[in-house]
């Protein structure tokens, strides 16, 4: 109980970290900006110990199968710091944060071709958006994509080499899907498998779809504005991040569902193996 109690502590501590990290880092922040963002910390961190000091599930996904969750919140942990340094370059420039900008200005020019995901991000701009702007988010929206997919390649080889989620020890559904019901209905495998495609279709579809839908919104509730720094880096990170998260739950899910099928096809050759005559 007392090391769950310390894990989950050092969790909350973390994901407050990670949370008020733009509003260290970046200068001239206001007081109602700050107060924002130690609400939201605070109730992040309430209830990360929530989660992960209770024995039983709430809903957290894959809670006890790491190195699932350990993977996406390092994933949004990086893609934010790195965010952030870009945007601390534009008003106090250091070696580190050109360093940085160099880096994602190359990446960003490499993927901004006609109709890929950076592009649609930076035509979210308004038509009088400044060059430095543009290059601002392009650099952003390109560095966040690369450690999107450098997450998901990441979490496919340890699937592959450890044997994910069974690698570390016995895999319990109730605990680690607790939103998922197996009475619902309908054959869990199927269920798991058509969840997985599901999962895998947002997370391809979502970084193209995202921007077009922000930028159809814009005829009703005005232009988007990324010229606060906090608002690019939480944008342009839920951009990236949300569909590697969904890709990274299918082939979850789908693992599973394998996983349950390969058990069925055991437990079906044992019975058939105690049926045969001596």
Do not use: C, H
């Not at 895999?171 to 199927?190: I, M």
């Not at 590697?244 to 437990?267: C, D, N, T, V």
Request: positive net charge; aromatic residues 8%.
């Amino acid at each position: 109980m007392i090391s769950r109690l310390a894990g989950a502590v050092v969790r909350a501590f973390l994901v407050t970290l990670l949370v008020a990290l733009p509003s260290l880092m970046l200068p001239g922040t206001s007081s109602d900006t700050a107060q924002i963002v130690a609400l939201v910390a605070i109730f992040g961190a309430a209830l990360t110990i929530v989660e992960y000091a209770s024995d039983y599930p709430g809903l957290v996904e894959f809670r006890d199968a790491p190195p699932f969750n350990r993977i996406r919140f390092l994933s949004l942990f990086v893609t934010v710091l790195l965010l952030t340094l870009i945007a601390r370059g534009e008003v106090a420039p250091t070696t580190l944060t050109r360093f940085v900008e160099a880096v994602g200005a190359l990446i960003g020019q490499a993927i901004d071709f006609p109709y890929s995901p950076v592009r649609l991000v930076v035509l979210m701009l308004p038509p009088e958006a400044e060059v430095t702007q543009i290059n601002l988010v392009r650099t952003s929206a390109g560095l966040a994509y690369l450690i999107s997919l450098l997450t998901l390649a990441i979490f496919l080889i340890y699937q592959r080499l450890r044997g994910w989620p069974l690698g570390s020890g016995t895999f319990n559904v109730w605990v680690n899907l607790p939103t998922f019901d197996p009475t619902a209905g309908g054959d869990v495998v199927e269920r798991l498998e058509r969840d997985a495609r599901v999962n895998i279709a947002l997370g391809f579809i979502l970084p193209f779809l995202m921007p077009a839908v922000i930028k159809a919104a814009t005829s009703l509730f005005g232009a988007v504005s990324l010229e606060n720094p906090q608002t690019l880096i939480w944008t342009v990170a839920a951009w990236a991040f949300l569909p590697a998260s969904l890709f990274m739950r299918g082939i979850a899910m789908g693992r599973i569902a394998g996983m349950i099928k390969e058990k069925r096809r055991q437990s079906t050759a044992a019975q058939q193996g105690d049926l045969l005559p001596v």
